[in-house]
C-alpha cells in the first residue's frame, strides 16, 4: 500500500498525559477529524498501531483508506451517520497496516457538537483486538475439540461441580440415565443413582471432591435396577464423571462363580466351595468354645440303579437326595455334593462342648437317614434307598482339613462294614486301622517288585493216596515280619487292585513249575491248582493273560488247574460262562473251589464247563460230628457224581473223615492228613520219599 506524505507538519497530536496512558493500557489509539475541513489529527500510539512512518500525515479525502476493503461500506455508512446525524458508532473490523499486517480491530467513533448543536467533527479510536481474537479462536478451537472428543466417548460422561450438581452431560448418560440433559442439569448426581442419597454413592463421590482424590467404584442403583461401574476424577471445577452399565457383566460373573461353586445338577455347593466353608469354619476365633461337626454321606447301592434304570433315574435320585438332605438343615450349615453319589454336610456350630455337639450330630444323622430312607418315585420307578453316614467333631484341637475329610470317610466307611443305612462316628482306632492297612499296601507293592512272593504247594492224593498234583498257594516271604499267611494280606490285595499282578505272578510261576516237572517222568502227570480270585476273573484281559503265560512256557495247559471262587456264579453268569468256555477250548482244567459257601445257584452248574467241584474245608472238619455237615458232604458228592464231574475235599485231617469221604464217593484228597503246604524244595523231598 502506497501512502501518501504530506510536506507540511504531520497532523499528529500530542498524547496528553491521562489519554496516552489510556491508550497505552488499552492497546489503542485515537484521532479526530474536523467536519468542516476534512483534516484527520492522530496521536502517536495510533501511527504505530498502523504501522506508519514518522512524518506521514492523515489522508484528507480518504478516511478509510487503512480499513479492509470488504469494511468499507460498513465504516462509510457509519462515518456518515456520524457526521450528518449524530449518531456514534462501535464496530469490529479489519484493518491492513502499512507494514501489510491484517489486524482486528474494534473502531469507536463520537460527534463533535458546537454550543448550537451542530456537529463540528469526530473523535475516534482504535483498539487492537487481534490478541483476543486469536484467543477466541483458540477458545473455540478447544471448544470444538472438546465437543467432538466429549462426542465420542462411548460411556457415560458428565461433570459435576462442587456440590455434586451436573454441569454437562453426554447423550450416553441421557440414555442410560433415562433423562434429558435439560432434566438433570442441576441435580445433584445421588438424586438421580441414590434412593435416599445416604449410601456409598455420595460418600465416595464427597470424598473424592474432599481429598481430590480419584475414586473407582461399583455400585448396584436401584432407581435404574442397574450394577454401575463409576470412575470420578477432580478438577478445578469439580467433578468429570464415568459411568458405565455393569449389569450384564456382574450377571456372567455370578454365572461363572456359579459354575466354579455350585453343582450343576444338584445345585448345592461343590467340593471347592466345601473345602473353602470348611477351612472358614476351622479358622474361625469362635472355634474355640465352640464344636462342629461334618457329616460324609455316600448313597448304599446307587451303582446299581445307575446300572438296572439307567443314569436318567440315578439322577433324578441324586436331586431328590439333594432337596431332602437340604430341607433338614440350618441357615448357616452347609449341604454339598462332593461327587457322584457322595454328600457332606458342615455343622458349623453342633453344640458348645463334645457331648452336646455329638449329641445334635446323632439327631441330624438319623433326620438324615429316614430322608434319604423314604420311597422316591423317579419318573415312574418306585426306589427305595438307604445311605451311609460317616460323622466327625472338630473343635479347639489342631485340626487340618485333610485329617478332618479321612476321619469322616473312614467313619463312613465303618457304616457301610457295618451293613449300611447307618451313622458312624469317627474314632482313632479306624486311623489306625487304616494307616496299617495303608504300610501293608505299600509294603506289598514292594514284596511284588522285590520278588519276596513265593509259593508253596500242597500235595493232592488220588484213591491209593498216591500224589496227582498240588496247590500252589502264596506267601509273603517278608523282610519285616517273616513268612506272613495269604489271610493275613491277600484281602488287602484285593481292595487295592495287587491282586491282579499278583495273580498273574503266581499263574506263570505255576507254569515254570510244571515245565520242570514235565522233563521228569515220575512227576510229569502232576497239575498244579491255582487259586483265581473273582476281581481277577472278571478283569477283561485274564483269559488273554492265561493264554499268555501257556504259550510263554510252552506248559501242556491240561496240566493247569484254575480253582474259581464260587462267588463268581453270584452274578454276570453270561460273561462267567463264557471266559470258562475259552479257557475250556485251550485244555485248563477247571475247578470250583469253596462248593457250598451259599453262592451256588444250582441251575447253572449244569451251563458251567467244570471238571471238579472242591468241598469246603467247613464241610470236612466236622463230617464225622455234625449231622448236618455230613447230609451236605453227601449231597455234594451226589450231585458231583449226577454231573459227571471230579470231586476233592480239602482240608482233611484225619482217617476218619478220608475214609468217610472215600464209602461216599469222593476218592481225591487235600488236607494235613497227607502234607502241609510246603515250599518247593521241600516239596522235592516230599515226592522223592513217596
Known sequence: MTLPVSRAPPDVSPEPGLLGLLERATGAGTWAMDAATRRMTWTQPLLRLLGVPPGHAPARDDPLHFYSIEFHDAMAAALAACEQAGEPFDLE????????????????????RNAAGSV?????????????????????????????TLASITDAFATLDQGGRFTFVNRESERLLRRASADLLGRSLWQELDVNGRGRLRRELQMALRNSRNVEFEEFCAPLGLWIEMRAYPFED???????DITARKAAEDEIEHLAFYDTLTQLPNRQLLMDRLQAAL??????????????IDLDHFKVLNDTQGHAKGDLLLQLVAARLSCNMRHGDTVARLGGDEFVVLLQDAGENYPDARSRAQVVGNKLLAAVGEPAELAGYLHHGTCSIGITLFGNADHTLGDILKQTDLAMYRAKAEG?????????????????????????????ANHELVLHYQPQVGPRGQMVGVEALMRWNSPHSGLVMPQDFIGQAEESGLILPMGQWALRAACAQLVQWAACPATAHFSIAVNVSARQFRHPEFVD???????????????LKLEL????????????????????DIGVTLSIDDFGMGYSGLSYLKYLPLDQIKIDRSFVKDVLTDRNDAAIVRTIIGLAHGLALGVMAEGVETEGQRQFLADHGCHCYQGYLFCKPLPIDELDRFIRGL
Open 420 to 448: 449300611r443305612n447307618a451313622a458312624c462316628f469317627y474314632d482313632p482306632q479306624m486311623q489306625a486301622a487304616a494307616t496299617a492297612h495303608a504300610t501293608l499296601v505299600t509294603r506289598l507293592r514292594s514284596a511284588l
Open 120 to 148: 463540528t467533527g469526530i473523535h475516534g479510536a482504535l483498539q487492537d483486538l487481534t490478541a483476543k481474537k486469536q484467543a477466541e479462536r483458540e477458545s473455540q478451537r478447544l471448544a470444538m475439540r472438546l465437543s467432538t
Open 565 to 584: 471262587t464260587e462267588s463268581l456264579l453270584a452274578a454276570d453268569m453270561d460273561v462267567t460262562i463264557s471266559k470258562m468256555g475259552q479257557l475250556k
Open 93 to 112: 473490523v479489519q484493518i491492513i497496516t502499512a507494514r501489510g499486517a491484517r489486524l482486528w480491530v474494534r473502531t469507536l467513533g463520537e460527534p463533535v
Open 283 to 296: 479358622s474361625d476365633d469362635n472355634r474355640a468354645t465352640g464344636v462342629g461337626a461334618l457329616m460324609f
Open 238 to 244: 469439580g467433578l468429570a464423571v464415568y459411568f458405565r
Open 545 to 559: 493273560g492265561v493264554m499268555a503265560a501257556i504259550a510263554d512256557s510252552g506248559v501242556d495247559a491240561s496240566r
